[in-house]
Structure formats: structure tokens, C-alpha cells
């Protein structure tokens, strides 16, 4: 067993927003690893591939030697004591986030005591910014520059020949 402080940053990122990007990037001084995890849920059905969206993570975070990009199919706490992970990354933008993600954190805690989770409040400017939000501006083709990491949006405007 190592004694690197690991994060694990769970998440759907269907699409990875700016607001994803912020939360990674001010952890990373405090944890010596984070893995970002694609979480797969067959009972949801996803924008973009889950191929696709990892191989945008790899290609944002290709010259960053503490993240690490996976996949897991299980509970997060699960896929936590798994890996040697103590701590679950999460990103707070609103009121009703806290709520969700407290008794989602809450619950962890039942199932892995060793598990903590780490909040991180989401920046100002993108407190507006949901994947589910993007997803929409996506579908009627408008501009989401803001939005999300230039690698995604000059993909996505390639796909949808915006």
C-alpha cells in the first residue's frame, strides 16, 4: 500500500465542462494523483460514446503526470477501496448541489469509513456551467467556447459542422 494522497474525481463529464477543468486543476496541488473516472451507467444514456469522452480527458491531461483517466462500472466507494483511494472529489456550484452531494458523501461514509469526500466550491464564473446545459447549446449548434476545454468544442463543432 502506497501513502500518495489519491483523489478519485468521478463523474459522467458528458460533456467535461470548464467548471470540471477548474475543480482538477485547483486540486492538483494538494493530492499527488487524481483519477478522473467515467463512471458507465448502462441505465442512461450518454451524448457522446464513452470512448470519446475519455479519449478528450487523455488528450486534455496528456502533459499533466498526476491524473490518471479510467472507466469503472461499480460503486464509487467500491471502485475507492479498489484502487486505495481515501479521497472523493466533488464540485459544489449550488445549494442543491451541497444537499445532493452531502448525503451522497453521507452515505459513503457508511459504506467505506475510509473513504472522505473533499469539496471544492465551483468558481464564480462558472457556477452556470452543467454538462446538461451544454448539451442543449450543443443540440441547437450554438457557440460553447466558454463552456468547455477547446479541444472538446473544436471537435464538437467538427462533428456537428457548426
Known amino acids: 500500500m502506497d501513502n500518495k494522497r489519491k483523489a478519485l474525481f468521478p463523474g459522467s463529464f458528458d460533456p467535461f465542462t470548464n467548471g470540471h477543468l477548474s475543480i482538477i486543476e485547483r486540486a492538483l496541488p494538494i493530492f499527488d494523483k487524481i ?54 472529489l466533488r464540485g459544489l456550484r449550488t445549494a442543491v448541489d451541497f444537499e445532493y452531494e452531502r448525503q451522497i458523501g453521507q452515505t459513503n461514509k457508511v459504506l467505506q469509513p475510509d473513504v472522505d469526500s473533499v469539496f471544492f466550491l465551483t468558481l464564480p464564473e462558472h457556477t452556470h456551467i452543467s454538462s446538461t446545459i451544454v448539451k442543449e ?20 463543432y467538427r462533428t456537428y459542422d457548426k
Open 137 to 156: 447549446i450543443i443540440k441547437y449548434k450554438g457557440n460553447i467556447d466558454s463552456f468547455v476545454p477547446k479541444i472538446i468544442a473544436n471537435e464538437i
Open 35 to 88: 483519477i478522473i473516472a467515467i463512471g458507465i451507467n448502462t441505465d442512461k444514456k450518454s451524448f457522446f460514446p464513452l470512448e470519446k469522452r475519455k479519449e478528450w480527458l487523455e488528450r486534455i491531461f496528456e502533459n499533466e503526470p498526476k491524473i490518471e483517466i479510467e472507466t469503472y462500472d461499480s460503486l464509487t466507494v467500491d471502485y475507492c477501496k479498489k484502487m486505495e483511494i481515501k479521497y472523493l
